[in-house]
């Protein structure tokens, strides 16, 4: 059974005091949603922007605003590096003031699916370095700590190894860029296809581990992980000090926790009873779309979070 179909009956059958806290949707201008107690989470989830534009409207500031009203308390986007200055700077403003912290945004030079690092050629690195140094004017005004980094394309026509040992001199030449910023680039392995490098949590654990700074560390993605790997506790156990970073994604579809099979319920217990037991606290990127559309999808969205973040 579809796991927001277990969830709607599951809520009319019980009640609300079933999923501790009932649904709370704040209402802004652009908003019909009724405006009700302002939930709370254990985890720090992170949603984008455009996923409550229906309800909060397109201003990317209401939008912040209908996210910490209803107990989402990061932000993730992943354009924010090709973003005005200015918006940035008042992104970085607004988070502040609502009590907010900043997610990821992408290190992106270009097109990161036409590059690779592993290549080892020099305009590849070149550029790259240069988008990091850009990566961290933004972050100071954003008031971001970490960028995700994607190392780009396999190649074919060079063993492994060597294409490893190019990966690494790059991110640590990166490293020396963020390490005196305090910030840190967070590497994702991917399975959008089967050409890129960087696909496996083990793999980018070995990569961390050979860089040797506080500044490159693993994003742990749980969408990617599960649709490459599975087994998700285990490898976030085995990855686990390496892992900076969490995002979220149901599969299939790659939309809110309870439209597919993964048991977000238990992993969100796993991440944070092991996050609390080592005095740590991750950002959850809700790197998805949503499973139905405008408000009313908005609205079961907040639903399916409240519901998961309930152990």
């Given at each position: 059974?579809?796991?927001?179909?277990?969830?709607?009956?599951?809520?009319?059958?019980?009640?609300?005091?079933?999923?501790?806290?009932?649904?709370?949707?704040?209402?802004?201008?652009?908003?019909?949603?009724?405006?009700?107690?302002?939930?709370?989470?254990?985890?720090?989830?992170?949603?984008?922007?455009?996923?409550?534009?229906?309800?909060?409207?397109?201003?990317?500031?209401?939008?912040?605003?209908?996210?910490?009203e209803n107990g989402f308390m990061a932000l993730e986007d992943n354009g924010m590096l090709n973003r005005s200055t200015e918006t940035q700077t008042k992104i970085g403003e607004t988070l502040a003031?609502?009590?907010?912290?900043?997610?990821?945004?992408?290190?992106?030079?270009?097109?990161?699916?036409?590059?690779?690092?592993?290549?080892?050629?020099?305009?590849?690195?070149?550029?790259?370095?240069?988008?990091?140094?850009?990566?961290?004017?933004?972050?100071?005004?954003?008031?971001?700590?970490?960028?995700?980094?994607?190392?780009?394309?396999?190649?074919?026509?060079?063993?492994?190894?060597?294409?490893?040992?190019?990966?690494?001199?790059?991110?640590?030449?990166?490293?020396?860029?963020?390490?005196?910023?305090?910030?840190?680039?967070?590497?994702?392995?991917?399975?959008?296809?089967?050409?890129?490098?960087?696909?496996?949590?083990?793999?980018?654990?070995?990569?961390?581990?050979?860089?040797?700074?506080?500044?490159?560390?693993?994003?742990?993605?749980?969408?990617?992980?599960?649709?490459?790997?599975?087994?998700?506790?285990?490898?976030?156990?085995?990855?686990?000090?390496?892992?900076?970073?969490?995002?979220?994604?149901?599969?299939?579809?790659?939309?809110?926790?309870?439209?597919?099979?993964?048991?977000?319920?238990?992993?969100?217990?796993?991440?944070?009873?092991?996050?609390?037991?080592?005095?740590?606290?991750?950002?959850?990127?809700?790197?998805?779309?949503?499973?139905?559309?405008?408000?009313?999808?908005?609205?079961?969205?907040?639903?399916?979070?409240?519901?998961?973040?309930?152990?």
């Amino acid at each position: 059974m579809n796991r927001r179909n277990f969830l709607s009956k599951s809520v009319l059958a019980a009640g609300a005091t079933t999923i501790g806290t009932p649904t709370a949707v704040f209402a802004t201008e652009n908003s019909s949603i009724k405006k009700s107690v302002a939930p709370t989470y254990k985890l720090l989830y992170a949603p984008h922007f455009g996923m409550f534009e229906n309800s909060a409207g397109k201003d990317l500031f209401d939008q912040l605003k209908f996210m910490a009203e209803n107990g989402f308390m990061a932000l993730e986007d992943n354009g924010m590096l090709n973003r005005s200055t200015e918006t940035q700077t008042k992104i970085g403003e607004t988070l502040a003031k609502l009590g907010m912290k900043m997610g990821v945004f992408v290190v992106d030079g270009g097109d990161n699916w036409k590059t690779s690092l592993a290549t080892g050629k020099k305009e590849f690195l070149e550029n790259f370095l240069k988008t990091c140094r850009a990566s961290v004017e933004t972050a100071k005004r954003c008031n971001a700590k970490f960028m995700t980094v994607v190392p780009g394309y396999f190649e074919r026509n060079l063993p492994l190894g060597i294409q490893t040992a190019n990966v690494i001199d790059a991110l640590r030449r990166a490293c020396d860029i963020f390490e005196p910023h305090n910030l840190t680039m967070v590497l994702e392995p991917l399975s959008d296809n089967a050409d890129l490098f960087l696909r496996h949590s083990d793999q980018t654990y070995m990569i961390c581990k050979a860089v040797n700074s506080p500044s490159c560390k693993i994003l742990f993605d749980m969408w990617h992980m599960q649709r490459n790997e599975g087994r998700m506790t285990q490898n976030m156990d085995w990855c686990w000090e390496e892992i900076a970073y969490f995002q979220i994604g149901d599969e299939p579809g790659r939309k809110e926790p309870t439209t597919g099979e993964i048991n977000y319920k238990a992993l969100f217990k796993h991440i944070y009873d092991k996050s609390k037991a080592n005095n740590q606290e991750f950002i959850m990127g809700m790197e998805h779309g949503n499973f139905a559309k405008g408000k009313e999808g908005e609205a079961k969205l907040i639903e399916a979070y409240q519901w998961s973040d309930n152990f």
